[in-house]
């Protein structure tokens, strides 16, 4: 169902907490999946890169992706699931989401 009802990674499932269009999510509990927030414009990215993808600031700094996601989903007050032992998931890169719309 991914590019319907549902993402799945971290990238898609991000830009989906972003416009609060997630209804649930699913992530490995073991998941350590690294991000980045910039300084200056606050943008959050997953991946490693140097710069800011939005305003090519280089004043970027670590986050966990995952709680950053949590946190997004939080306020628009969509629901989070930890699972253990699910593969497939893990396949998926460790989290997945149901979209509102």
């Known amino acids: 169902m991914s590019g319907g009802n549902a993402v799945i990674g971290a ?13 649930e999510a699913i992530v ?3 998941a350590k999946i690294a991000g980045r927030r910039c300084r200056d414009c606050e943008n959050l990215s997953a991946g ?4 800011c993808p939005a305003c090519g600031s280089g004043s970027i700094f670590e986050v966990d992706l995952i709680n ?3 946190e ?6 969509a629901r989070i699931e930890f699972a253990e032992g ?3 998931l893990k396949e998926a890169g460790d989290v997945a989401a149901l979209l509102r719309y």
Do not use: H, Y
Not at 11 to 23: Q, S
Not at 48 to 51: A, E, F, M, T
Not at 72 to 77: D, N, P, R, T, V
């Open 11 to 23: 990238i898609e499932v991000l830009e989906a907490a972003k416009t609060g269009r997630v209804e």
């Open 28 to 30: 490995c509990k073991e």
């Open 48 to 51: 490693n890169s140097v710069i």
């Open 68 to 70: 950053e996601i949590a």
């Open 72 to 77: 997004l989903l939080e306020l628009s007050s």
């Open 86 to 88: 699910v593969e497939e």
